[in-house]
């Protein structure tokens, strides 16, 4: 691990994301994923657990994929226990959504599967950090059997509706030079690079196993994400305060990228024009 500056408090925000049909997203968010609507605008919602917002839909009708360019890779929502990851499951396949895999990473089991418009998420469950492995890229996750993870549920009936207690855990994005990528996730915004692959970097706080990572799985050389294009609008990290929000800002600025003044917070893009708030709690 090679040390960066970020607080090991920060915490990551909402994921916000430009999507083609509202109403259609927002239908598969509740009943595929069982998240809760939190707040509604004219072209925006924002669900989460009931607790915290997790995502942020914004609507597009004039949206288009866009698969030549960085972008997305998926972001992770974490459920508090490994009951609550298999009742998600469990809801998934009682309303037909599309699964991928189920794979267990040894820090962590997850579920993939694409929302309405392509984007991939990893709904997962992490283990206590004492059974994680030495290294966890040193070798190819495990495939779970569905059975093995519905039997976490017990007897109970699957809640339409998920608990309070989750967060979103990571955002992985695909982007064109994993050397530029580390110096602006790490040298720049000051997370810990935490391991480094070849075709990736993963980068995290606090020993964790990441709350980012980068790949070049598109190739290298990978131009930036097209203006108008569906899928990861911004996501956001959110720090303790705003010492440390200005810290993060004059870093950035040392570095001669451009910022944005937000309400309690600033937004800036990395070198792929991937949008980034970070904000004080």
Known sequence: MIPGSLPSSLRLGPVHLTVLD???SLEWYERSLGLRVAERGDRSVSVGDGAETLVVLHEDRDGRPDETGAGLFHYCLVYPSRAELGCALARLESTGAEITN????????????PDPDGNTLELAWDRPRAEWPADPYG???VTIEREDLLTSVGDGDVRASVGQG??????HVTIGDLDDAVAFYHRELGFDLMYHVGWGAFFSVGGYHHNAAAN??????LPPQSDGALGLRYWTIQ?????AVAETRRRFEAAGRQVETLAGGFS????WQLELHIMSR
């Open 22 to 24: 509202l109403e259609r």
């Open 102 to 113: 189920i794979r267990d990473r040894g820090t962590h089991e997850a579920i993939y599967l």
């Open 139 to 141: 070798h190819e996750p």
């Open 166 to 171: 989750m967060e979103v855990g990571h955002v």
């Open 216 to 221: 070049i799985r598109r190739g290298e050389g």
């Open 239 to 243: 720090l303790p305060d705003d010492e």
């Open 268 to 271: 800036v893009r990395d070198p």
